[in-house]
């Protein structure tokens, strides 16, 4: 496991492979960086499913209003919902989105992030200046790399716990 320099600002993120510790940059993105921190904290992502798994691309989750039912008829509508709080402004910064960073899904409106977010399989540069970057993996990459595939996958990988490195003993 990389080493934690900043547990307040360390999400530890266990799937079926292994841990991936992901360095929020909160300096960056604080607002997004805050809400991860929340909603790992209300334990709202355990369960969540991998809703959007595109090769080569990257890895989608988060919707902790759908993400964590079970089987098809509620994951089907994985993708379409948030949390109860309310969407947050862009945090549009000059970070790129390479490979193992963490960009907040929206909807074509630029201020509708809410608790999705994606892990970058590669470089996709493309998606610069209009997806707020606010984490980059640190450790555990090739557990990322590893998430079954699919929109949405017939047997979704789910996040397993997600929680703030300063929360865990």
């Given amino acids: 496991m990389a080493e934690i320099k900043d547990p307040e600002n360390t999400i530890?993120?266990?799937l079926k492979d292994g841990e991936v510790v992901i360095e929020l940059l909160s300096a960056v993105a604080p607002k997004h960086a805050e809400?991860?921190?929340?909603?790992?904290?209300?334990?709202?992502?355990?369960n969540v499913a991998?809703?959007?798994v595109i090769e080569g691309f990257m890895a989608q989750t988060g919707d902790?209003?759908?993400g964590n039912m079970e089987k098809d008829f509620n994951l089907r509508r994985a993708g379409t919902g948030g949390s109860?709080?309310?969407d947050l402004p862009a945090e549009f910064s000059k970070l790129?989105?390479?490979?193992g960073t963490l960009g907040a899904a929206r909807s074509s409106n630029p201020h509708s992030a809410n608790s999705q977010f994606f892990i970058n399989f590669g470089d996709n540069h493309f998606l610069n200046g209009q997806y707020t970057v606010y984490g980059r993996v640190i450790s555990g990459m090739e557990h990322v790399d590893k998430i079954t595939r699919g929109e949405p996958p017939a047997n979704p990988d789910r996040m397993i716990t997600v929680r703030v490195a300063a929360d865990v003993a």
């Avoid at 790129?96 to 490979?99: A, G, K, L």
């Fill in 12 to 14: 530890i993120l266990t």
């Fill in 35 to 46: 809400r991860m921190k929340v909603l790992a904290r209300a334990k709202a992502y355990d």
């Fill in 50 to 52: 991998f809703h959007r």
């Fill in 64 to 66: 902790v209003a759908n």
């Fill in 84 to 86: 109860d709080l309310p």
């Fill in 96 to 99: 790129p989105h390479d490979r």
